[in-house]
């Protein structure tokens, strides 16, 4: 499966199974850690740089560019923290199933692109939210959708069995069809090819393809499910957790944010957010 059909809820989910049968073996991620370690501020400062976590196959957070190096939403979020903290970033490219194991070994000092759950927050610690990460309805700009109510009599294209299947499959009206198939590369190429007037897809996807397919003039119609990016930190780390919420905070303030936002995600970034 390529990069683009990849769902980032799979890997949420994955890290949540990860953590789930550590805590129920009674030992915890942070457990594995060594016994003594300095603060993290501290020794970002010391050696003037800091290891971001960041994934390099989820485009538009993510991946790799011409030039063959990292380019994205999360690539820029890293800068600022690195300015922030007036270090050198250094980005560690991870997977949904080493993420958290690189954190709790101190490989990574944060993560990026990290949902929120109460299987983490047992031990892990997040920052405020940084980006929108939601499934959302898309479709072309000459189809009129505002809401559920306006999928009566649509065709809608999803991947099989996934949370975007469940998440449209409660809000759609009895007339609307849905069209499910084995993945989602699959339903993205039913909507590509007019086989279907919508999909769903994470915001994610939802941004590369309308950067890729100008021509169709897809546009995110309304949001499903939401939740939201966040930096993840190990627990205790109190100090460099406040650095980066104040980062987070004033690139809210001053606009960088959504500037970023525009820029990867083809859309605003959320008041509420």
Same mark, same amino acid.
């Given at each position: 499966m390529?990069?683009?059909?990849r769902s980032?809820?799979?890997?949420?989910?994955l890290?949540?199974?990860?953590?789930t049968l550590?805590?129920?073996?009674?030992? &915890? /991620?942070?457990a #594995?850690?060594?016994?003594?370690? @300095?603060? !993290?501020l501290?020794? $970002?400062?010391?050696?003037g740089?800091?290891?971001v976590?960041?994934?390099?196959?989820?485009?538009?957070?993510?991946?790799?560019?011409s030039?063959?190096?990292p380019?994205?939403y999360?690539i820029?979020?890293?800068?600022?923290?690195g300015?922030?903290?007036?270090?050198?970033v250094?980005?560690?490219?991870?997977?949904?199933?080493?993420?958290?194991?690189?954190?709790?070994?101190?490989?990574a000092d944060?993560?990026?692109?990290?949902?929120q759950?109460?299987?983490?927050a047992?031990?892990?610690d997040?920052?405020?939210p940084?980006?929108?990460?939601?499934?959302?309805?898309?479709?072309?700009?000459?189809?009129?959708?505002?809401?559920?109510a306006d999928?009566?009599?649509?065709?809608?294209?999803?991947?099989?069995? &996934? /949370?975007?299947? #469940?998440?449209?499959?409660?809000? @759609?009206? !009895?007339?609307?069809? $849905?069209?499910?198939?084995?993945?989602p590369?699959?339903?993205i190429?039913?909507?590509?090819?007019g086989q279907?007037?919508?999909?769903?897809?994470?915001?994610?996807v939802?941004?590369?393809?309308?950067?890729r397919?100008?021509?169709?003039?897809p546009?995110q119609k309304f949001?499903?499910?939401?939740?939201p990016?966040?930096?993840?930190l190990n627990?205790?780390?109190?100090?460099?957790m406040q650095?980066v919420?104040?980062?987070?905070a004033?690139?809210k303030?001053?606009?960088?944010?959504?500037?970023?936002?525009?820029?990867?995600l083809?859309?605003?970034?959320p008041?509420?957010?």
């Open positions: 390529n990069a683009l059909s980032r809820f799979a890997n949420r989910l890290g949540n199974t990860v953590l550590s805590i129920a073996c009674g030992v &915890t /991620l942070g #594995l850690a060594p016994a003594a370690h @300095a603060d !993290a501290d020794s $970002i400062a010391k050696s740089v800091v290891r976590g960041v994934f390099e196959d989820y485009p538009p957070f993510g991946s790799i560019g030039d063959m190096k380019v994205g999360d820029d979020m890293a800068s600022l923290i300015k922030a903290l007036n270090a050198k250094e980005l560690v490219q991870v997977t949904g199933d080493n993420r958290m194991a690189y954190l709790a070994d101190h490989k944060m993560l990026l692109s990290v949902g759950t109460p299987e983490r047992k031990v892990i997040f920052s405020q940084y980006a929108p990460y939601y499934l959302a309805v898309f479709g072309p700009k000459n189809v009129s959708v505002k809401g559920p999928l009566a009599g649509k065709t809608i294209s999803v991947a099989r069995g &996934t /949370l975007e299947d #469940l998440s449209i499959s409660k809000v @759609a009206p !009895a007339s609307a069809t $849905i069209k499910r198939f084995d993945d590369n699959g339903a190429a039913a909507f590509l090819s279907a007037q919508l999909m769903v897809v994470g915001n994610d939802g941004a590369t393809i309308i950067a397919h100008p021509a169709i003039e546009e949001e499903l499910f939401s939740s990016d966040h930096v993840g627990k205790s780390e109190t100090r460099l650095k919420d104040e980062t987070i004033q690139a303030k001053d606009g960088t944010l959504n500037a970023i936002s525009q820029k990867w083809k859309t605003p970034l008041a509420n957010l």
